[in-house]
């Protein structure tokens, strides 16, 4: 079946470490998105990706990067610069074709991160 | 910009009762509505969409009708079932960034 994974399901950081999530689909889909889950904020656009190669800043893009080297793959690395890390990471994807208003998202099960 | 405002939750019902979760929103153009659901440790599902006004979403019992004219996409359902315990958001969509409502939890009890 086709899907998005996340891996992995829980991951630990310690103070002053980067840490990349991994996000794999095989959905065909040409767009790709990460988002930041908090308690009672509902979901943050962090980076999206419309081609390969190709991504743009959200609405909270302080302290992440992100790269798009193959359609199938979308890396999140929470660098050190990141001054709240904690938070369930949710990626998502959306396709034929770049991003458009009535194609719904995809989403994969999430990343929980916690700061040691 | 855009934005999407939620009912406060959360929601406790019993089991055949009757749903209801308010969504209103704020967008420039004219956006594609949807309703996702998350279940505990999981990521989102997309339970219904409606793409223009008047359009009405339907899925596993639950509608939601498109009122431009209220700026508003209500979820609603006419008998909740213990497996409907989740979170809901509602979302729009405009030129393909999704804008997510701050979520409203649903617990049903036996």
């Known amino acids: 079946d086709g899907g998005i994974t996340q891996s992995p399901k829980y991951l630990f950081r310690k103070e002053g470490q980067n840490v990349t999530l991994s996000c794999e689909q095989n959905l065909n889909h040409d767009a790709m998105y990460w988002y930041r889950q908090d308690p009672g904020q509902g979901l943050r656009l962090i980076y999206y990706s419309q081609i390969v190669n190709d991504f743009q800043k959200g609405d909270i893009a302080e302290g992440y990067s992100v790269s798009r080297e193959k359609k199938e793959s979308f890396p999140l690395t929470v660098t050190s610069a990141q001054k709240n890390p904690t938070a369930f990471y949710l990626c998502a994807s959306s396709g034929p074709g770049r991003a458009s208003m009535n194609q719904p998202q995809h989403f994969g099960d999430g990343t929980r991160l916690s700061i040691l | ?110």
């Open chain 2, 1 to 110: 910009g855009d934005s999407v405002t939620q009912m406060e939750g959360p929601v406790t019902l019993s089991e055949e009762a009757c749903l209801t979760i308010n969504c209103t929103y704020t967008a420039t153009g004219y956006p594609s509505l949807f309703w996702y659901v998350q279940y505990p440790g999981e990521g989102l599902q997309l339970l219904l969409k409606a793409t223009k006004a008047d359009d009405k979403g339907s899925n596993k019992g639950f509608e939601a009708t498109y009122r431009k004219e209220t700026t508003s996409f209500h979820l609603e359902k006419g008998s909740v079932q213990v497996s409907d315990s989740a979170v809901y958001f509602c979302a729009l969509t405009s030129y393909g960034k999704l804008t997510f409502g701050q979520g409203t939890i649903l617990t049903v009890h036996p």
